[in-house]
């Protein structure tokens, strides 16, 4: 009895023992398979976020388009109008729309939202920042989304020149001139 009670403990221990190893070899990854699975994560990210920019892109343009026909169609209404009757142009709201009218609009949520960015910040709101940076120093340097000692050097820059405290960390006010620069370049 002994005997038999040891051999089915043998048994149950050496399935149990199969099972882990055949869990082990189908589970865990390899270095290179792990590298190409975080690449493939890395690019579904980023894909995401270009797929997120092109609606916001196409969000803009049909709202662009949108004033382009409203505006053709007053100058069409105008000219049918017979010449007796002066026309009195309606008062209508103008909405600027600037050339960086997306980036304006980041940073304008960013005060919205409160957020405040320094050294070890990460995200799209500090690829916001970065973008603003390219388009002010006039560079191309790579938005990594990342408030590492560079971005940070290139907003104390900006803050220095346009009489704010330059210590290289973004919030409101910062964000603010950067609107405001954006703003009078078109």
Known sequence: MEKLKFALFSIIV???????????INTIETGPEHKISQKIELLES???KLKEEAEDLKNELSFLQSQIDEAEKNAQEA?????????VPAE???TTVYKNQTLINELQKLITDGIFLKVGSQ?????TVQKFL????????KVDNDYGASTKTAVAAFQKAQGLTADGEA??????????WLKKQG
């Open 14 to 24: 050496l399935a149990l023992v199969g099972l882990i190893v055949y869990w082990s």
């Open 46 to 48: 980023e894909n995401k």
């Open 79 to 87: 000219v049918a109008q017979p010449a007796e009757k002066p026309s």
């Open 92 to 94: 209508k709201p103008t």
């Open 123 to 127: 995200g799209t709101r500090v690829g």
């Open 134 to 141: 390219n388009i002010y120093n006039k560079t191309s340097n």
């Open 171 to 180: 919030g409101a006010n910062t964000f603010r001139k950067m609107i405001d």
